[in-house]
């Protein structure tokens, strides 16, 4: 977390200072509208987009 700024506070007191969190993203490739191998990126008027992230964490 770039822009957290200890105004909240977690669990066991800790507060959200300057990168203590991340955030998972889901995104497109890197570039992806200028290289043709790649899945595109564009959605037509009309089209659905769906997408699903699993993230499975341990300890």
Do not use: W
């Amino acid at each position: 977390g770039n822009f957290m700024q200890s105004k909240n506070k977690f669990k066991g007191g800790t507060t959200d200072d300057f990168r203590s969190a991340f955030c998972l993203e889901t995104q497109h490739y890197p570039d992806s509208p200028n290289q043709p191998s790649f899945p595109s990126t564009i959605l037509d008027p009309g089209k659905v987009y769906k997408t699903s992230s699993i993230y499975k964490f341990s300890k």
